[in-house]
């Protein structure tokens, strides 16, 4: 007990998700003595599910993790391939069964509306009924302190991603470019640290057009109603792991794994065309503009976002509803190369822009 105790406070300092999620998991093989302990997320991408193996504790092992940003979808296992898992994700409860292995026990972690985690815990022997008790009051702790983290990164209209996080979703995608690239060239170079994969990281920012007449002609719930839509849409034709965020009144934030450039522009130019299709009531048709730019080994936030708003201005000019890459605009010699982002420029705000013409 004095252990629980002592996990759970270690586990109220944290205000990381992911960190969490692993003291939680660890805190499981702790409590139960466990010979291993899975952290275990069900991902569905374009109709089918598959579950993605987080993190894994084995005892006289080190711990192993699996970064969701870079993942390969097609290379997780079926959902339909883990019985128990299965059947804890219909229950929507703690479930267990003994294999030759031990006894196994899933314990799901409920969001809003389905298991978003669970943690699959292997022992020796099946848990008692005092253990099971003291696992089940622990999840709770830890379901509540998962929603405040939720609610404190996320868009409270939207759902999505909020500015707070992107920060940290920009890093870790920066932490895995290769160590050169050669952007305005059109050419990856192959070696990376931590992966085999030779995707890169694209930044998009998108923008509604005549955003502020929507909601002046329409008022402001149309234009919550066509935000909605548009996060909607987002969930819909990115990938489960791309990072989206909403930054502010119209402008959302995509960080896109893609091989190339034409890669990224395949999918936003996918979004673009869907926010195109939609028809809605009062305003018939919402157009979205788009700028997109690779991530470099050197960037910021901040450049990474101003080259984007620099294409987005573009795609502006140009006359609306399309995609743009900045990268392009420099080859076309319609932009310097090197962005201008440096020294007091960084206290100003990259995606501030002049008013739109009517």
């Not at 275990?40 to 080190?62: H, K, S, T």
Request: proline share 4%; with cysteine.
């Amino acid at each position: 007990m004095q252990q629980l105790l002592h996990s759970l406070a270690a586990m109220t300092a944290l205000r990381s998700r992911e960190l969490l999620d692993l003291a939680f998991a660890q805190s499981l093989q702790e409590a139960t003595t466990a010979q291993r302990v899975v952290l275990a997320m069900p991902i569905v991408q374009d109709g089918e599910r598959r579950w993605l193996d987080r993190a894994v504790f084995e005892r006289g092992r080190p711990l192993s993790w699996t970064d969701p940003m870079w993942v390969r979808f097609e290379a997780l296992e079926s959902l339909s391939e883990h019985s128990l898992r299965e059947r804890t994700v219909a229950s929507r409860r703690i479930q267990a069964e003994v294999t030759a292995g031990g006894s196994v026990t899933a314990v799901p972690q409920l969001g809003e509306s389905s298991v978003d985690t669970l943690i699959e815990v292997t022992t020796a022997e099946p848990l008692t009924e005092t253990l099971l008790r003291a696992l089940t009051n622990m999840q709770k702790v830890y379901g509540n302190m998962r929603v405040l983290l939720e609610q404190s990164e996320r868009d409270p209209l939207t759902g999505l991603n909020n500015r707070r996080s992107f920060d940290d979703a920009f890093y870790k995608a920066l932490s895995r470019l290769p160590w050169s690239m050669d952007i305005l060239g059109g050419d990856l170079a192959a070696g990376r640290r931590g992966t085999d994969s030779t995707d890169t990281y694209w930044l998009g920012l998108i923008d509604f057009d005549h955003f502020r007449a929507i909601n002046d002609r329409c008022s402001h719930v149309v234009g919550d109603e066509i935000l909605l839509l548009g996060a909607q849409l987002l969930r819909e034709q990115f990938r489960f792991h791309d990072q989206l965020h909403r930054f502010g009144s119209e402008e959302f934030v995509v960080l896109l794994r893609a091989r190339d450039a034409a890669g990224a522009m395949l999918a936003f130019e996918r979004f673009r065309r869907a926010m195109q299709a939609c028809r809605l009531p009062q305003v018939g048709q919402a157009t979205v503009s788009i700028g997109m730019s690779a991530l470099r080994p050197d960037d910021t936030p901040v450049a990474a976002l101003q080259r984007a708003d620099e294409a987005m201005q573009a795609a502006k000019r140009a006359g609306r509803n399309r995609v743009v890459e900045h990268e392009e605009l420099v080859r076309q010699g319609h932009l310097p190369a090197q962005s201008q982002v440096g020294g007091i420029e960084i206290f100003a705000n990259p995606l501030a822009k002049a008013e739109p013409a009517p």
